[in-house]
């Protein structure tokens, strides 16, 4: 199982900026795709997860309305597209593929990749 993030950098308040995650080595339509981000000092954390089964979706409340993950099955990635950032999304974000199609839970994911850092600053 390979996940590569990438497309992270540094962006201003307010800005956008779309993560992608390129996964291989799996059966796409068996696992659903998370991001997760871990900021300095901080826990990691669940952002945002697609379910393999239905592409139903699941956010953190502190990211609803800003943030949209979405999926290209024919490449096999899965993108994460963040408007209006604000400082505290500094972190680095990482993608997860979960132990099933469904997105029940932050803690049912068992493979990570690299992440890629995001800045938010003026």
């Known amino acids: 199982v390979q996940l590569q993030a990438s497309g992270g950098g540094l962006v201003q308040p307010g800005g956008s900026l779309r993560l992608s995650c390129a996964a291989s080595?799996?059966?796409?339509?068996?696992?659903?795709i998370g991001w997760f981000r871990q900021a300095p000092g901080k826990e990691r954390e669940g952002v945002t997860c697609i379910s393999s089964s239905d592409g139903s979706t699941r956010y953190t409340d502190s990211v609803k309305g800003r943030f949209t993950i979405s999926r290209d099955k024919a490449k096999n990635t899965v993108y994460l597209q963040m408007n209006r950032l604000k400082p505290e999304d500094t972190a680095v974000y990482y993608c997860?593929?979960?132990?099933?199609?469904?997105?029940?839970?932050?803690?049912?994911?068992?493979?990570w990749g690299q992440g890629t850092l995001v800045t938010v600053s003026s």
């Open positions: 997860a593929k979960a132990k099933g199609r469904r997105c029940d839970s932050w803690y049912n994911f068992n493979s």
């Open positions: 080595g799996f059966t796409w339509d068996y696992y659903a």
